[in-house]
């Protein structure tokens, strides 16, 4: 299965008003990075839903994953490219929080890193709530920035029948709520491995929202 389809919605996730502070500002996002690691780190030289996990892997930049098949300038999810192949792309490095496996798992779903297709796996920051532009040292070199939110599509139901309701809803005000993690841009290239520390990098104020991507 590919992880190239989006289901697109016309409402944006408030998620990220946490993170939207002035600069210079403590923050959630800044005390949490204290601890955040990285947990797991997968790529996929084809197109697969899944993401097999790797020792390490090397990050390009302006590019992704070394050998991933969403590595490139433009965009490579499938369903993007028909759109449009000239895009720039904006997923060339997927993130998920390794808390939302716990999260799900209460609910009766097995997920285990790379399962979703992300890249990096983390622990220990709130990813969905950090604003745009928000960089993220991982490791020693590599740095990337947060561009959006993923939107969950319904190939996530074929991996885990019911899975997608847990990861996609709205909030009591109504706003679309995406919780299958975030993407981002590769500034400066970089090898990570399970184990890296993370540390954030907040954009100077007025913070936007993360939106999808």
Known sequence: MSTDTDTDTDTDTDAG????????????????AKTAAVVA??????????????????????????????????VKHRS?????????????????????????????????PGD????VTTRGIDLLGLPVGTRLHLGPEAVVE???LRNPCAQIDGF????????????????????????????TGGEIRPGDTIRVELPAGPHRRLERV
């Open 146 to 148: 947060v561009t959006g």
């Open 116 to 119: 979703l297709g992300e890249n």
């Open 41 to 74: 780190v997968s790529s996929n030289g084809v197109y697969s839903f899944t993401k097999p996990n790797q020792e390490s892997i090397t990050l390009l930049a302006g590019l992704g994953v070394e050998g991933d098949v969403h590595a490139g300038v433009t």
């Open 17 to 32: 008003a946490a993170a939207r502070t002035d600069a210079g500002t403590d923050t959630g996002a800044d005390a949490e």
């Open 80 to 112: 993007r490219v028909a759109k449009d192949p000239t895009v720039p792309n904006l997923r060339q490095v997927h993130l998920i929080h390794t808390e939302l496996f716990e999260e799900v798992a209460d609910a009766g779903f097995e997920v285990r």
């Open 160 to 187: 885990r029948h019911g899975l997608l309701k847990q990861v996609l809803g709205r909030g009591e005000d109504g706003q679309v709520v995406r919780k299958a993690g975030i993407m981002s841009i590769v500034l």
